[in-house]
Nanobody
Framework: VQLQASGGGLVQAGGSLRLSCAASGQILSSYHMGWFRQFPGKEREFVAAIRWRSGKTNYADSVKGRFTVSRDNAENSVYLRMNSLKVEDTAVYYC?????????????????WGQGTQVTVSS
C-alpha cells in the first residue's frame, strides 16, 4: 500500500485542520490505518487509528475528544480531523497501514508509511 498524506499547515491555537491520507493498492487488506506524530528528536507517537472494516477507532489520551479519525472506503482514504489544536500538537504527522491485526498503538507494527506532513500550531 502506498500512502500519501496531506493537509498539514500553520494554524493558530484553538483552530482546526484536517489531514488526509490517500491510499493506492489493497487498502482493504489493512486491518488498521493509523496516524502517528513525531516531535523533533523523539520517537513517533501514536495519535489515532481506525480499524478499516469495522470503523472502530482508537485514540491517544492526549487527543481524545479533540481529534477524530475516519475513513472513506470509496475514496480509499483516511482522515484526521483535529480541533482545538494546541501548541504542543506541533509535529510531523504520518499515516500508516497495518496488515496483521496487531496492536494499532505501536508504530513498529505498521507495514506501510506515508511521508509526513507538518502541522504547526502557533500561540
Amino acid at each position: 500500500v502506498q500512502l500519501q498524506a496531506s493537509g498539514g499547515g500553520l494554524v493558530q491555537a484553538g483552530g482546526s485542520l484536517r489531514l488526509s491520507c490517500a491510499a493506492s493498492g489493497q487498502i482493504l487488506s489493512s486491518y488498521h490505518m493509523g496516524w502517528f506524530r513525531q516531535f523533533p528528536g523523539k520517537e513517533r507517537e501514536f495519535v489515532a487509528a481506525i480499524r478499516w472494516r469495522s470503523g472502530k477507532t482508537n485514540y491517544a489520551d492526549s487527543v481524545k475528544g479533540r481529534f477524530t479519525v475516519s475513513r472513506d472506503n470509496a475514496e480509499n482514504s483516511v482522515y484526521l480531523r483535529m480541533n482545538s489544536l494546541k501548541v504542543e500538537d506541533t509535529a510531523v504527522y504520518y499515516c500508516a497501514a497495518e496488515r496483521d491485526d496487531s496492536n494499532p498503538r505501536i508504530a513498529n507494527e505498521y507495514d506501510d508509511w506515508g511521508q509526513g506532513t507538518q502541522v504547526t500550531v502557533s500561540s
